[in-house]
C-alpha cells in the first residue's frame, strides 16, 4: 500500500454512475475520491458499524443525513454515523468531487 | 453531535504552535482541521492500533510517514498506518490547513 496519493489525479468520473477511486484501504478505514457527474447520486444508505464523513472537494452537493438535507459547497464536512441513512447527489452544473473516508471498513 | 461542519470557519490557527480543531468525534474515528502557520510542525510520533489520513486542503506540507518524506501540496493524501512514525511541517511561506481522519480514535 502506498503512503502518498494525489487525489486530482485519482479523480477518474463515469458517464453512466458516480465513481468512487480508492486512495488507500486499511482493517480500519477506507479513503475515496466519490466524483459526480451533475445529476449523479449516490442513493439512501446506511452502515451498521461504520461511521462514514464526507469532505466536498470541488462543486457543490447535497447531502441527507437521517432527517436533515442541506446544501454542501466545497469545505462542507458531514457526518453519518453507524446506522445512520445518508445520501448525497450533485445537483450540477459543476462536477462534484468528494473525499470520503469509512470506518471501519465494512 | 452535528452532522455538517463547515472546515473554513472551523479553521482556527495559533501563534505558538499548530492548532488542531475538531469537526467530528465518534467511537470509531475523528476528523479535524490542523492549521500551521510557516514553521510549525507536529512532530514525529506513532499509534499503537490508529491508523491516520491526512488531506491537503490549503498551503503546502512536507510529510514524513516511516521513512518517506515528500512534499506534499494541496490535494495530496497521506496514510499513516498504525505504529508507523509520521510528522507534518508546514515548511511556509502560506498557510497551512489539512483534513485529519484518525480511526479509531485512540
Redesign the interface.
Given at each position: 500500500?502506498?503512503?502518498?496519493?494525489?487525489?486530482?489525479a485519482a479523480s477518474q468520473f463515469a458517464p453512466d454512475k458516480m465513481r468512487k477511486n480508492n486512495?488507500?484501504t486499511?482493517e480500519?478505514?477506507f479513503?475515496d475520491v466519490y466524483c459526480f457527474e451533475p445529476g449523479q447520486e449516490q442513493t439512501p444508505h446506511s452502515h451498521a458499524g461504520?461511521?462514514k464523513?464526507y469532505?466536498v472537494l470541488e462543486g457543490a452537493a447535497r447531502?441527507r443525513?437521517?432527517e436533515?438535507e442541506?446544501d454542501?459547497p466545497a469545505?462542507?464536512?458531514?457526518?453519518?454515523?453507524?446506522s445512520v441513512a445518508h445520501a448525497i447527489r450533485n445537483p450540477g452544473p459543476a462536477r462534484l468531487r468528494v473525499?470520503v473516508?469509512m470506518?471501519?471498513k465494512p
Open positions: 500500500m502506498p503512503h502518498f496519493a494525489d487525489a486530482g486512495l488507500f486499511t480500519r478505514m479513503c461504520s461511521d464523513v469532505y447531502i443525513i437521517g436533515e442541506r454542501a469545505g462542507t464536512a458531514a457526518l453519518a454515523p453507524a473525499l473516508v470506518a471501519p
